[in-house]
């Protein structure tokens, strides 16, 4: 199809419309007919000689106009059917292209009259959630992506509470994708009482309603957002999912490591700093983690030699074993970054060395870090690039642009849709399982019971089991 400066809106109507259109102008002709017909009785029959000639012609009038009225009604109805009928996906589809190609609408993309108009795809991935698919046949990846406010303006009447939340242009640059959701629909878990928090399986974290995290795919997870943005709440609730797995007979540890004594160090088995800042059981507590990595490896390693194939944590009867380092970038700096003789451990480096082995070579036995860092604008060196490269599932609470950018890769941001204003608990959340890659907005669940003391109650019973 071509562009034209002058082309009515019909053109670009849904299918249905256009029958309706089709019909309603068939209507018209027929009551035109009828006119005329009546108009020709009216005014010949009293002074034809021959009156059954006149009759003839106004009843050949008749039979034309309820032939063609006949068929315009039944294309109106049918225009009404086939467009209630249509799929939503559909629906959209016309919707976008008639606020793109519709000369009334200003024509975002330049088209010159004759050029071959951009290929537009509209199919809905789930409930509430559509991808819009424009080809950069006529126009540069540039100007297509920019069209995500003018897609936005279009969406009114039945899409009104849609919105274009992210944009992405493929690796061929060959088409533009907006992701146009549904911003009032909520997906986020409710829990009134901490069973209603059970992981859906052994190797899976809910997040929200359709979104969990695949451990089996995935690694150690990088958590940030500023002060009050329901981080240390997110994180909680993916610990009470681990602890409600319970313990297994490999060692699985649930380790909290809180160097701000707040809230969490009051909890019995969290790790804490001594009152003077002392971080020895710190370091103590990650080697033991990252021994027991060890140890659980050997255990896999034993099975997968017996059986003569790999064997997974999942499929050994493991439970999920996790080590939460809250304000990682903060704690980093309790440590000496010089060893002294008398203690030739305690220091930075071997504080690094511990994290690095454990985000590295735990999750293949089932051993997760989960590393809060309070403001993702930390300086550079605050938060070494191994950990943000490491860390394969990244959730950043209450974000910004600014902020996104030190958590992801500039060109996977380049493309998000204006941010709007996320309150606590929302996030950006993306995890390299292979439904997750691409960065979406999450809820994270909201707890309607005594969060603290339910997290307490569940380390208790870990720990005592
Ligand atoms: N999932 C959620 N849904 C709705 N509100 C939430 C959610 N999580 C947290 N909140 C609200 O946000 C407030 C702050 O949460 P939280 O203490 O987890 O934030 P934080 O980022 O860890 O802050 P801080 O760094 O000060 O501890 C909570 O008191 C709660 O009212």
Redesign the pocket.
């Known amino acids: 199809m071509r562009y034209s400066s002058n082309a009515p809106a019909i053109v670009y109507a849904a299918p249905g419309t256009k029958l309706s259109v089709l019909g309603a102008v068939l209507l018209l002709i027929a009551g035109c007919l009828l006119g005329i017909g009546h108009l020709i009785i009216e005014l010949f029959s009293p002074i034809a000689t021959e009156p059954s000639g006149v009759l003839t012609v106004h009843g050949n009038y008749v039979a034309a106009a309820i032939a063609l009225g006949a068929i315009g009604g039944i294309a109106v109805i049918a225009g009404i059917a086939i467009n209630s009928k249509l799929p939503a996906s559909k629906k959209l589809r016309a919707r976008v292209r008639a606020g793109i190609f519709d000369p009334r609408f200003g024509n975002p993309l330049h088209l010159r009259d004759g050029e071959v108009v951009p290929r537009v795809v509209c199919k809905e991935t789930e409930a509430g959630r559509f991808e819009i698919s424009i080809s950069t046949l006529s126009s540069s990846v540039d100007e297509v992506a920019k069209l995500a406010e003018c897609i936005s303006a279009r969406l009114c009447g039945r899409f009104s509470r849609y919105a274009v939340v992210l944009t992405e242009a493929d690796v061929a640059s060959n088409h533009v994708t907006f992701f146009v959701q549904d911003v009032t629909l909520h997906h986020?878990i409710e829990a009134s009482s901490v069973e209603e928090m059970s992981p859906p399986s052994a190797y899976e974290l809910r997040v929200q309603d359709g979104t969990n995290i695949d451990l089996r795919t995935s690694g150690s997870m990088l958590v940030a957002?500023?002060?009050?943005?329901?981080?240390?709440?997110?994180?909680?609730?993916l610990l009470i999912q681990a602890l409600l797995s319970g313990p297994d007979e490999y060692g699985s540890q649930v380790l909290i490591i809180d160097p701000?004594q707040?809230?969490l160090s009051r909890l019995p088995h969290v790790v804490s700093l001594r009152p003077d800042g002392d971080a020895h059981a710190i370091l103590e507590a990650l080697a033991l983690f990252a021994e027991s990595i060890k140890k659980r490896q050997s255990v896999l390693n034993d099975r997968s030699a017996e059986t003569g194939d790999a064997v997974h944590w999942w499929d050994a009867g493991f439970h999920v074993s996790v080590l939460f380092l809250d304000?990682y970038v903060a704690l980093r700096t309790m440590f000496p970054k010089r060893a002294s003789k008398e203690d030739p451990d305690y220091c930075l480096a071997t504080f690094d060395g511990l994290v690095k082995r454990i985000v590295t070579m735990g999750a293949s036995a089932g051993c997760y870090a989960i590393i809060?860092i309070?403001e993702a604008s930390v300086e550079e060196g605050g938060l070494p690039s191994m950990v943000r490269s490491a860390c394969s599932t990244r959730i950043l609470?209450?974000p910004t642009l600014p902020e996104a950018r030190l958590i992801w890769d500039a060109d996977r941001l380049a493309d998000l849709a204006a941010p709007r204003t996320y309150?606590?608990?929302?996030a950006w959340f993306s995890s390299t399982d292979g439904v997750h890659d691409r960065i979406s907005f999450v809820?994270?669940?909201?707890?309607r019971f005594r969060v603290y003391r339910e997290l307490g109650r569940l380390l208790d019973l870990y720990f005592i089991k």
């Open positions: 986020e957002g500023k002060t009050r943005s329901g981080k240390t709440t997110g994180v909680i609730a701000k707040a809230e304000e809060s309070a609470f209450r309150g606590p608990g929302d809820h994270f669940p909201v707890m």
